[in-house]
């Protein structure tokens, strides 16, 4: 049966077969490590906007300390970081900024919208310097509302972000 | 601190105007505070006609002044009055009256001053079609006088459109960069849906 | 190369004078920019460039009533927000002539004592981690929560309390709140007296912030340096002692000054406040009226004649006054927030001149700085 | 002082907490208690009971589609519309009632205060991050649900610290 099968003139046919199989077996374990491995490290990128930074800062201390999951501890350089969480209100001024860093950071990036400004500008609705939420700057994964969310709120907006990252396809 | 305890403690220079002039306050009326009456009469004293006295209130005076004596009248305010201070600059939009109101509010560390505020404003040409920085809308700055007013003056400048001349640095302040639109604190700067 | 933002431009400068951009990505900068030019290692001049979080706060008040204006008005300072929206009332209060209850001005001052202490530890423990003194940020942090969870019951929310409404206060104490506020005031008190074996006596943080940043008196008072920057500059001035309002005036409390003036003094200054606030705190609880109203009942619209007032208070940055003109209109004409954090400001170039460039975090800091405050 | 004897003193008020409790919450375990069931507001006294500013709940038998909190909602962050359902209740000719967008919303509660009809509190549930923005919007289906919450951790402070428990 297999020596029919390895004849010379369709081992090209066998070869690919062979790798299709492979990738379909080592695919979703690897995948899944691959996965595994990013919910791990969500490091958000020490960019403040506004006043989110408050309670983002409270979520790194004693009390709530989501370090414990792994995730959300301020890190310096953007280089090293996979995760931009917008704290609060994005200005004008800021949002070229905020785009720049964003482009920086290395693939696989993922983004939080905290806090009722920036999702849909929130209470700015009508101010001048304001933009009407994140949405037009950059691609966002998760919704944390509040004004400023409670840092349940945002662990659990963290954890939503996990449960994501888990269904999708790692590339 | 009580108005009793801050009138004798008044300072040597400034010199109490006790005769009733034609100009000064009457003080027949009691709901005015006598400390508070005596610190306008001494402007008053000095300056006659330049300036106006729009209210005195407890711990806090307003006057208002023509923008060619203010610097002069901050000179003395700052000097002989010991207003060391400013705490806040700000810039009104009367589009009706066709000006803008700059109020500075001095404030004073010295010990028998620091309940009170003084404000002192004066008002700018309104130009409708603002060009900020190079039309009419010029007022003296007290930059000079008061060093703490830098930043106040140039947030007043980039929100209503005052120019300060012989201020050091008429930058723009808190707006982006790319800021072309009218002054953002003007009565007909309309902000979105209202 | 990519194209840049508007506003962004790589300037050239001569070989020995750099030209440095300290955030707004910056984990020492906070939400502002700081433009230093440095010769080695010394700072020739600094340009500090704010705005990045400007949300025109005074603009909007214009377009809602005196009602409304009091969600947005404390977000610019969100960790002391019964402290900004402290003269807001007051000034509401005296343009449409309000009485205010004798309980609701004590649970007032309660609210913005506390509110007081979890401003300055949050700014402690910034001021901790940039540093580089970690357990400086975590300890503040936890010692936070204990303060937050008062205000939480309260108030009911943990930052944006929304808590002080002219004419008194939203809600009246929940049951048995005295008795928990005065545990955890003592146990809080036990706690950040601590905070001068681990902080305020390490030789490190001595090292790197005393003889930085010297504001000397004269410099501070022309500066029109305000709060701690003042005090801790030798001149005594705080708006609760010279100007009382609502009922500091029976309390019993005195006001912390330093001479120094350097960044070690800086830091210090609302370290004592902090004790002296849970002094307050525990003199106020003892006073407070043991029942009464809390709110005088307000009309939906209220209008108000052609008035304007300024009124101002100790925030946890120094003196926070607030202009507002009203013109019989339910909507403020007006409204000026004139902010201890802006008026701090301009002290930033003065005190960074000459200084080196690793000292400025403890300077910048020092200065008890919240950008978000200062653009308003 | 010497240096010396101030490395000593930040290290020994250090090393004392390794005998002090820990603080830490748990939190998607443990969950910390508040007073009473959240914001509610007296039209009458005109005075709110104080409680946690969370999401709101609609009672749908007393709300009378009179449109306060929506207009209360307006000068702040107006998200609150007004939306058709489809029910009939004798208070409510128009049925209408309020559907709140807490991409929008910052729990002020001032349209609680706006309520006189006791229809619209807040509670204590505030575990509502969402994929996407529609799934912030909250119907008045959705606001009359009443929470299922169990909030039980409390401060507690003895010697050796304070912990959650």
């Known amino acids: 049966m297999l020596k029919d099968l390895v004849m010379p003139q369709n081992a090209n046919v066998f070869v690919s077969k062979l790798g299709d199989i492979l990738v379909k077996a080592i695919d979703q374990p690897l995948g899944y490590a691959i996965n595994w491995g990013r919910i791990w490290s969500l490091w958000p990128v020490h960019i403040e906007t506004a006043c989110c930074s408050v309670e983002f800062g409270a979520a790194s201390g004693p009390r709530y300390d989501v370090e414990r999951f792994g995730i959300i501890e301020a890190f310096g350089s953007l280089r090293q970081c996979d995760l931009v969480v917008v704290q609060g209100t994005i200005t004008r001024k800021m949002a070229p900024r905020l785009r720049l860093v964003y482009d920086q950071m290395p693939d696989p990036k993922y983004v939080i919208a905290m806090g009722a400004c920036a999702i849909t500008g929130g209470l700015y609705f009508d101010s001048y310097n304001v933009l009407p939420g994140i949405d037009g700057v950059l691609p966002v994964d998760v919704y944390v509302p509040g004004c400023p969310p409670r840092p349940e709120t945002l662990i659990q907006g963290c954890m939503l972000l996990q449960e994501k990252i888990k269904c999708m396809k790692a590339r | ?194 | ?376 | ?165």
């Open chain 2, 1 to 194: 601190m009580s108005n009793t305890q801050n009138k004798s403690n008044l300072n040597g220079d400034v010199h109490i105007h006790k005769n009733t002039d034609s100009n000064s306050i009457d003080k027949k009326e009691d709901d005015r505070p006598e400390f508070e009456t005596n610190l306008a009469n001494t402007l008053l004293h000095n300056f006659g006609e330049k300036i106006k006295i729009d209210f005195i209130k407890k711990n806090r005076i307003k006057v208002n002044v023509q923008k060619e004596n203010i610097v002069e009248i901050a000179k003395f305010i700052s000097l002989n009055m010991k207003f060391d201070h400013a705490e806040a600059v700000t810039g009104i939009d009367y589009p009706e009256q066709n000006e803008i109101e700059v109020v500075y509010h001095l404030g004073s560390y010295e010990d028998n001053l620091s309940n009170q505020i003084l404000a002192l404003s004066t008002s700018a040409i309104r130009e409708d079609d603002p060009t900020p920085g190079s039309d009419r809308t010029k007022l003296p700055s007290l930059r000079n006088v008061f060093y703490s007013v830098e930043f106040h003056e140039r947030e007043c400048f980039e929100m209503l459109g005052v120019y300060f001349e012989n201020h050091p640095d008429n930058r723009r302040l808190l707006l982006p960069e790319d800021w072309a639109d009218i002054p953002p604190l003007r009565k007909d700067f309309k902000i979105k849906g209202r």
């Open chain 4, 1 to 165: 002082m010497g240096t010396a004897s101030g490395i000593i003193k930040a290290l020994n008020s250090g090393i004392k907490h390794i005998a002090i409790k820990r603080f830490t919450l748990r939190y998607p375990e443990e969950k910390l208690k508040f007073v009473g069931d959240g914001y509610q507001f007296d039209p009458v006294s005109g005075v709110g009971v104080a409680g946690l500013k969370g999401r709101h709940i609609l009672f749908h038998d007393k709300c009378t589609g009179c449109q306060l909190c929506s207009i209360a909602c307006e000068g702040i962050a107006e998200a609150i519309s007004m939306v058709k359902v489809n029910e009939k209740w004798k208070q409510n000719k128009k049925s209408i009632m309020p559907q709140i967008d807490y991409g929008k919303c910052v729990f002020c509660g001032l349209c609680v205060d706006a309520c006189p009809f006791y229809a619209l509190y807040m509670t204590n549930d505030y575990e509502l991050s969402s994929f996407s923005k529609e799934g912030l919007i909250y119907t008045p289906a959705q606001l009359q649900v009443k929470p299922n919450i169990e909030q039980d951790a409390e401060i507690k402070i003895d010697d050796r610290g304070a912990t959650h428990g």
């Open chain 3, 1 to 376: 190369m990519s194209e840049l933002p508007p506003g962004i431009k790589l300037e050239k400068e001569d070989d020995k004078i750099m030209t440095l951009n300290v955030g707004p990505q910056h984990p020492g900068s906070g939400h502002m920019r700081i433009i230093v030019k440095i010769d080695g290692d010394y700072i020739v001049s600094c340009d500090p460039d704010p705005g990045y979080v400007h949300r025109g706060e005074e603009k909007m008040a214009e377009y809602r009533n005196y009602i409304t204006n009091i969600p947005h008005l404390e977000r610019p300072v969100i960790h002391d927000s019964c402290n900004i929206l402290y003269p807001y009332c007051l000034g509401v209060e005296e343009i449409l002539g309000l009485e205010v209850p004798e309980r609701a001005k004590y649970i007032r001052v309660i609210a913005s004592e506390l509110n007081r202490c979890v401003y300055t530890l949050y700014w402690l423990a910034i001021y901790g981690i940039f540093l580089g003194h970690s357990t400086m940020f975590m300890w503040p942090t936890g010692d936070r929560e204990l303060l937050i969870d008062l205000l939480e019951k309260l108030s009911g929310a943990r930052v944006t309390h929304a808590y002080f409404i002219p004419g008194g206060v939203r809600n009246d104490m929940p049951a048995n709140f005295e008795d928990v506020c005065i545990r955890q005031i003592n146990y809080f008190e036990k706690r950040i007296k601590q905070y001068d074996s681990i902080f305020y006596s390490n030789p490190i943080l001595k090292s790197r912030t005393i003889k930085t940043g010297v504001l000397a008196q004269q410099d501070a008072i022309s500066l029109g340096a305000t709060g701690s920057v003042l005090r801790a500059s030798g001149v005594d001035f705080d708006v609760r002692k010279k100007e009382p309002y609502d009922v500091y005036d029976n309390l019993d409390f005195q006001s912390n000054t330093l001479k120094s003036g350097d960044s070690y003094a800086r830091s210090k200054i609302p370290w004592l406040d902090m004790l002296e606030s849970c002094r307050i705190i525990r003199n106020a609880l003892e006073k407070i009226p043991k029942s009464g109203s809390v709110r005088v009942k307000l009309k939906p619209n209220p209008k108000a004649g052609n008035v304007e007032t300024y009124k101002r208070v100790e925030s946890g940055r120094g003196s926070l006054g607030m202009y507002i003109i009203s013109n019989g209109k339910p909507e403020p004409y007006r409204v000026k927030i004139s902010v201890g954090s802006f008026r701090n400001l301009i002290c930033l170039p003065y005190l960074l001149k000459g200084e080196k460039l690793g000292n400025m975090p403890a300077v910048y800091w020092s200065l008890n700085y919240w950008p978000v405050e200062a653009d308003r």
